[in-house]
């Protein structure tokens, strides 16, 4: 018997040995991150794989269709990127004196996290060392200024900004789509990082198993009788952070506001207690409903903040099928796919997909747990 090992019947799975980081490792190689999208949305290969047996089957996105059925429930995530992405340049402050002033002009990034009042936000910063309480930076000539008020938890600044006009229109003119860290070709269209559906901004990074759908697509589903129901998780930067600890049980999982209408609440019980699955698009709107679920595996309407972890030995109250991108090994977003179908079926079909060449991560191919 390997180290670990779970048995997975009808989403009851049973945690045999501690879990390892290195457990959720496989090789990929560099070529296969995509580094841009396709120019179809809906073109993308789809990996579909049955969580009871592990079979897996080779399909294109457009052919979703085929495994939905009257009287399910599709969950999508409705947030939206903001061009979260600043780059500044620090201005000279009262008090610097000559001894400082060779700081005045020097290059400053910006990353808005979360914002947490009137025109403040919790920002990542680099260079941190050019950003101490008090330090001004100005984007676009000035069009935007920032001041330093504070260093909080892990190292992040809140920073107050100061403009003329509206926040969001100034932040479009001049920010930028914060990519992942693996992203490396620059995007000719913002609009390729969001979902056709995202609705409310807040994101720091975008939901991106809901990349692959299109308008006609999301038609031809809710005109087969399947419902659509709209959950919000405005994601943060912590989806990209990697597990540093060996077991993953002392990983601290990163804090993410989500949201459930009454009236979208309504539409996935509504379907749970007709018989229908609910089929989560991607691992945030899995997390949201997860959240939100009581023990009665119903959904409740609400809003707060999540910092729930799924790994293997979870069982899941709510979600019954997953659409989901293939993620960055040894990642919380793996762990989360290995607690659905199991880690040795998982592992086994990003082997496969591995071996057939499908593109990974952001900008890449699907897989459907089913």
Known sequence: MEGMDWMNNNNMVE????????????????????????????????????????????????????YLRAGDCLVINDTKVIPARLIGTRLLTEGDGKGTAQGAGAQIELLLLKRRGDDVWETLVKPGKKAKPGTRISFGGGILTAQVLDIVEEG???????????????LDRLGQMPLPPYITHALKDKNRYQTVYARYEGSAAAPTAGLHFTEELLGKIEGMGVTIAHVTLHVGLGTFRPVKEENILDHHM?????????????????????????????????????????EDGLVRAGEGNTEIFIYPGYRFKVLDCLITNFHLPESTLLML??????????????????????????????????
């Open 254 to 294: 990163h804090s993410e506001f989500y949201r459930i209408l009454p009236q979208e609440a309504e539409k996935i019980n509504a379907a749970k207690r007709a018989g229908g699955r609910v089929v989560c698009v991607g691992t945030t709107s899995c997390r949201t409903v997860e959240s939100a679920a009581g």
């Open 337 to 370: 796919v290995s607690a659905l179908a199991g880690r040795e079926r998982v592992l086994a079909a990003y082997r496969e997909a591995v071996k057939e060449e499908y593109r990974f991560f952001s900008f890449g191919d699907a897989m459907l747990v089913i």
């Open 156 to 170: 992040n600044r809140l920073v107050k900004f100061t403009y003329q006009g509206i926040f969001e229109e100034i």
């Open 15 to 66: 945690e045999v040995n501690p879990l390892k980081k290195q457990d959720f490792y496989f090789e990929l190689p560099q070529e296969l991150i995509a580094q841009d999208p396709l120019t179809d949305r809906a073109a993308s290969r789809l990996l579909v794989l049955d969580k009871e047996t592990g079979e897996y089957r080779h399909r294109v996105f457009s052919d979703l269709p085929d």
